[in-house]
């Protein structure tokens, strides 16, 4: 019996980069996946139609996290379709980096919408669904521990991403739902390489162990650690997973 059969998970964000390979990953191991997107339908759509096509269980559900109507309706429709949910994947996020005398109202709002309000707000609808003994991953950034010239917003909602972890533990250890956060340092994504020159590429490369940028399957397989009942005594915790990064 595979790690995750039977269970409902829904990930935020799910349709391209991290999210997608943790979609796979999940789907791989039994779990029905709930890929909740803000603008990439067809994307969605797509890799929902191939989890399917594999035997798997999926849906694609679109709304921005960082409203809270949008919020209630993806939890509402996954437990229309499934009956019920185990596993939160936040992952949805905006990264805009810029220094400080660049940064504006704008980029600093809707960094904070969609990373800590969407955020906490998913956790608290999932405080009133998840079932005993489910799960919760926040996804934050290695970039926290280090001092990243340009990435003083981000790295400031990763932070309340974190505190949300640890301080919420407890109201959510009585019903056996432990709540971690995966902090990963560089991951070849299109939204890392965004803005970056090669040079810049090869200098995240050589800040860690193994001189090579992280994958988003390398991601998904740390999150998937998380999930197994066999970290039912993991909460409250970030898991730095960066190649020795920090």
Avoid: C
């Avoid at 185990?86 to 504006?104: E, F, R, S």
């Amino acid at each position: 019996m595979r790690a995750l059969e039977g269970k409902v998970a829904i990930v935020t964000g799910g349709s391209r980069g991290i999210g997608e390979k943790i979609v796979l990953k999940l789907a791989s191991e039994g779990a029905i996946v709930v890929i909740n997107y803000a603008n990439s339908a067809n994307r969605s759509e797509k890799l929902a139609e191939h989890i399917i096509s594999e035997g798997g269980g999926a849906l694609a559900v679109q709304g921005d996290i960082s409203k809270i109507e949008d919020i209630k309706k993806l939890f509402s429709i996954t437990i229309k379709t499934f009956g019920k949910i185990d596993i939160l994947i936040n992952n949805a996020g905006v990264m805009i980096t810029k220094p400080i005398d660049q940064i504006t109202e704008e980029d600093f709002d809707v960094q904070f919408s969609t990373n800590v309000k969407g955020t906490y707000f998913s956790i608290k609808e999932a405080y009133h669904y998840l079932e005993e003994g489910g799960r919760i991953i926040n996804i934050s950034t290695s970039v926290i521990g280090n001092m990243v010239p340009a990435y003083s917003v981000y790295a400031g909602t990763k932070s309340a991403v974190e505190q949300f972890t640890r301080q919420l533990a407890k109201e959510f250890g009585p019903r056996n739902i432990t709540i971690n956060a995966i902090a990963p340092g560089p991951v070849a994504t299109e939204l890392f390489f965004q803005g970056k020159s090669e040079q810049q590429i090869e200098a995240f490369k050589n800040m860690n162990a193994f001189r090579r940028l992280g994958t988003p399957d390398d991601i998904a397989d740390s999150i998937s650690l998380l999930l197994r009942d066999e970290s039912s005594w993991i909460t409250g915790q970030t898991l730095r997973v960066n190649g020795g990064f920090l």
